[in-house]
């Protein structure tokens, strides 16, 4: 595709329940990250993928948020046990190479727990 | 830890007003700086990036920035602003070799007709 895709771009969850948000990434694009923007904030980084190998999860807040990216393509965030904190935008982004490269942003996921 | 400071949270301006935004961050080494725009309803888009060099770097639409080293700043500067600069702009910072970026928490633009 063009760009960074994302599905579904609003979810509404109730407070307990689990929920999974998608990420396409650009095609052959090797790097794809997480970010989660609360309102009124910047993008914060939650976790890092090369291929299908997860480097870096050192932002994922508590041991309710799972990411996965099996075949170094599509990747899922999961949220076990919603929680109304976890209320916010939650961005993914790809890009071509490592460190060097730029990010290309998806339009987001807006998660809404009540 | 990388912090980013943006120094105005919201900025109201009349077109062709000139537009300058702060940004400042802390890091102990080498940096790459960006700056990226969210128009309503739309992603987050690269205005411009500096990596190396001259550190006046251009952008789309007519930004610059300007990476001054030892105020650890990277401003933000539109000549003359358009309507359509309405938008929501954010500095963000990544170390050398590193992958993550941090991000300010970012400046609305308002431009009135």
């Known amino acids: 595709g063009a760009g960074v895709s994302q599905s579904p771009r609003y979810k509404v969850a109730k407070r307990g329940q689990d929920v999974a948000l998608r990420c396409d990434p650009i095609?052959?694009?090797?790097?794809l990250f997480w970010y989660q923007q609360a309102l009124g904030q910047g993008p914060e980084f939650l976790t890092y993928?090369?291929?299908?190998?997860?480097?870096?999860k050192s932002g994922l807040p508590s041991d309710r948020f799972f990411a996965e990216r099996p075949e170094g393509s599509v990747s899922t965030l999961k949220i076990q046990r919603t929680q109304q904190e976890d209320s916010a935008v939650y961005l993914c982004?790809?890009?071509?190479?490592?460190?060097?490269?730029?990010?290309?942003f998806g339009p987001g996921t807006r998660l809404t727990v009540t | 830890a990388q912090s980013v400071s943006q120094h105005n949270h919201h900025v109201i301006l009349s077109e062709a007003a000139s537009l300058e935004l702060g940004c400042n961050y802390s890091?102990?080494?080498?940096?790459?700086l960006f700056w990226y725009v969210q128009y309503p309803g739309q992603h987050l888009q690269l205005l411009l990036k500096?990596?190396?060099?001259?550190?006046l770097v251009k952008g789309i639409k007519g930004f610059e920035a300007e990476f001054i080293k030892s105020k650890f700043s990277f401003n933000l500067r539109k000549p003359s602003v358009q309507w359509s600069d309405t938008a929501e702009y954010f500095c963000?910072?990544?170390?050398?070799?590193?992958?993550?970026?941090?991000f300010g928490a970012g400046t609305t633009v308002t431009v009135r007709a």
């Open positions: 982004a790809s890009s071509g190479g490592l460190t060097s490269y730029e990010q290309y």
């Open positions: 095609s052959g694009h090797v790097s």
């Open positions: 993928f090369q291929n299908e190998a997860q480097l870096d």
């Open positions: 890091y102990g080494g080498t940096v790459n």
């Open positions: 500096y990596f190396s060099g001259d550190p």
């Open positions: 963000a910072v990544r170390g050398l070799g590193d992958y993550k970026l941090s």
